[in-house]
């Protein structure tokens, strides 16, 4: 997504780049990362509908290149985690992303990880880690909109410690009405 401006919960197209402080985890503490530009861009036009495979999110996007959209149906998946150090036949619906598998891993072998590094352990998937219940999970929707009304984005996101994980996104377009100036 692309904004003119910066608004909370979108990433702000500045001339074609992209600086902006991030919010990193690792151990307990929070931290603020260095900006960076945005890993993946994917499209927030999206419906419930069936797509011509037959599986529920289709994309009102054209033509043929993206990663996707941000429906609940592209950025929801499955992580499997097998091995000693890891509950067994265990279900979270605490969410996890990619960036959490090295923080994982490098906790498992013992190693620190560094303030640099995006993502967060996923304790709550290893033996010995915080109950599942216990984990907190924090839904919000950030919602950020065009000042002529013409646009809005709402993203749903979870907040679990300090990692931010993206759930989904609903756009809204309508006729743009008179701003004051």
Request: some cysteine.
């Amino acid at each position: 997504m692309f904004t003119p401006n910066r608004w909370n919960g979108v990433v702000e197209r500045n001339g074609g780049s992209w600086n902006r402080p991030r919010m990193e985890t690792g151990g307990s503490a929070c931290r603020h990362g260095v900006g960076r530009s945005a890993d993946i861009l994917v499209s927030g036009n999206w419906n419930h509908q069936k797509n011509e495979t037959g599986w529920a999110g289709r994309s009102t996007q054209g033509g043929v290149a993206g990663h996707g959209t941000s429906s609940p149906y592209d950025i929801h998946n499955t992580l499997i985690a097998a091995g000693p150090d890891f509950r067994e036949r265990t279900r979270s619906r605490v969410p996890t992303s990619n960036a959490d598998l090295a923080p994982t891993l490098l906790k498992l072998m013992g190693l620190t990880i560094p303030n640099t590094m995006s993502g967060r352990s996923i304790d709550e998937a290893l033996r010995g880690g915080p109950a599942l219940g216990s984990v907190q999970a924090v839904r919000r929707v950030e919602t950020a909109r065009l000042a002529d009304g013409a646009y809005q984005v709402d993203a749903q996101v979870t907040r679990v410690g300090c990692a931010r994980y993206l759930d989904f996104t609903e756009v809204r377009r309508s006729t743009p009405t008179t701003v004051p100036r």
